[in-house]
DNA sequence: ATGAAAGCGCTAACAG
DNA sequence: CTGTTAGCGCTTTCAT
């Protein structure tokens, strides 16, 4: 074990009140024990206790991360910004990766209560009674998917409605009007946004709403993989598909492709988020970016925001972020 | 503030120490005071205070994780894994993104003492003297890279000359014998070890080695990206580029593909962990696989024994797992 | 300027 | 089976 404030108290003959305010600074301390203290805290190795501190101070100067698949580049750059963010601040992240899994979310949080956070940044995953019945969400700022809940909350997130109106006139003005959509769960706030800004736009353009051309499922792989696996056996083809996040879209283009469907020759796609940091996925996905880092940072402050006003009304902080459409090479003007 | 024992006891009128054994279930305990507990905890919404039992236990089942970039697939492939395995046993993940830099990772090691994490799980970046003269390395377990230090330590990597070895054998059996090097820092265990192997390799094929062809830089994109562009400007090309990471790759293929070199028609590349989840990049390269998921949940396995095994004999845990060589499309037969 | 003492919430002897 | 006590390492009044 290493040396603790009371070692070193002992080996100055001094008290260990004394040799904590020499280390902090605090309070009243003559110079010349201060410099002593410093000199045997160095020759002692002496690491602060931070769990002891953390005790006495009700504060851990830990913020919980809840994120549904690290994997997922938008995430993972979240994460990272998010990092880069609360070190500037003396924090560190407690991490967890909830795999889109509810049950893994709420036993994260649990913990993540009991380990006495500071606060709590969520991306959560569907439909989730959690949230509902908690004391206070007064530490926690939720990201991207926000809860469906009908209480106050603070978040970080974009208009999800209106990106996909933009993305699904942007579609339709290049000539589209048989669209299948790739859909999460409804009980997931951006799969139901983004369906609904979807509906209004093609209402909008006179279009009929056909609810056989919407693919549900979740925000995974698989369903984006399903969906054009049965958009596939159809007689007839939509000639845009429209994922709702990145991974959906990587596995229709996987299922196209594996039928050589050419993208977007034969059918154009568009969806969210289709980072690309490698530079070399091809086709470049048409598809809404969100400000990824700028809403990790704008959590981030968001958060800290709160801890730091402490007591004073804890007012929550809701944040919609603006977002790019970027054109890409998968949606073909027809 | 949530409840505590002391509230539990003084509401059933009985000892804090009487709660705190209903709850664990430790010692002997009746089975009515033992109800009565858990319905009181349940009533006042208690929460186990898990930086007090830490304070008390000196265990916090908090492992802290130090990765180099998280948005590299490869590590954010890893820090799942790793978390994954940690929720199996009831720890978490402190986690730090050093982003390649030795002085936030330095910074991120002292943070970690602190907190008390019951262990760490590093990949370390590059030339540090931090590891060098740290009293104990018995709960650290070091993993991909590293450290070059002269001294006992558990690890988990692969044998990474002899991959190196292995897959410039596959390049020269290919036909090529002009082959160009995009390479980390020799500090950096993985750089060195990668171009040692290249060397030996097209030593053993009676490829003499020439040193300017060795393009040296770090782990990024840009190292690639820079290193490719040196190459364009020479007049006569490799028929191979050997880059040491999946980014480095990407960095080349970028700056190829600005100058309309075809891959591999042109200039072969392989390089190692060119990992694809989403299916959709072009070309396949040809890449050294490391098991990432089992180098993750090996690095867990090895920290958990370590810190189970208590006081009994800390041995260090050495751990060379295999690895594949992925053919891809970006080596072409000439 | 420094010492003494209390206490953060919990657990683990040791009594009874 | 349960109460009492001490203490994990630290900070912070309150004295001196």
Not at 79 to 97: A, E
Not at 302 to 331: A, F, M, P, Q
């Amino acid at each position: 074990m290493s040396a603790t404030i009371k070692d070193i108290a002992e080996y100055l003959n001094i008290s260990p009140g004394t040799v904590s305010r020499a280390l902090n600074g605090k309070g009243r301390i003559g110079e010349s024990t201060r410099r002593k203290v410093y000199e045997v805290a160095e020759k002692l190795k002496y690491v602060p206790n931070e769990i002891a501190r953390s005790l006495k101070m009700k504060k851990t100067s830990t913020i919980g991360v809840i994120i549904p698949d690290a994997t997922n580049i938008f995430y993972s750059i979240m994460l990272k910004s998010i990092d880069k963010s609360l070190l500037k601040k003396g924090y560190n992240i407690l991490f967890c990766d909830s795999d889109e899994n509810i049950e893994r979310e709420t036993e994260y949080f649990e913990l993540l209560k009991g380990k006495n956070v500071d606060g709590m940044i969520i991306v959560t995953s569907g439909e989730n009674s959690i949230y509902k019945d908690e004391e206070t969400l007064s530490n926690i700022v939720f990201v991207d998917n926000i809860p469906a809940i009908d209480r106050d909350f603070s978040y970080v997130t974009i208009d999800n409605m209106k990106a996909a109106y933009d993305l699904t006139q942007l579609v339709i003005d290049n000539g589209h009007k048989d669209i299948a959509v790739v859909c999460a769960d409804l009980s997931e706030t951006t799969g139901y946004d983004r369906l609904e800004g979807f509906k209004k736009c093609i209402k909008d353009n006179g279009i009929e709403y056909n609810p056989d051309k919407i693919y549900k499922g979740s925000f995974r792989y698989q369903t984006g993989y399903e969906a054009a696996g049965k958009i596939l056996k159809g007689k007839k083809y939509p000639t845009t598909i429209f994922a709702q996040n990145n991974v959906q879209a990587y596995g229709v283009v996987k299922r196209l492709s594996e039928s050589s469907i050419n993208i977007p020759d034969d059918i154009s796609i568009v969806c969210f988020d289709a980072i690309d940091q490698t530079g070399m996925m091809s086709p470049k996905l048409t598809s809404v970016m969100q400000p990824v880092e700028e809403i990790g940072e704008r959590a981030v402050k968001c958060i800290l925001d709160n801890i730091d006003n402490d007591d004073t009304e804890l007012e929550v902080s809701r944040n919609i972020l603006g977002y790019k459409i970027n054109l890409g090479k998968s949606l073909k003007r027809i």
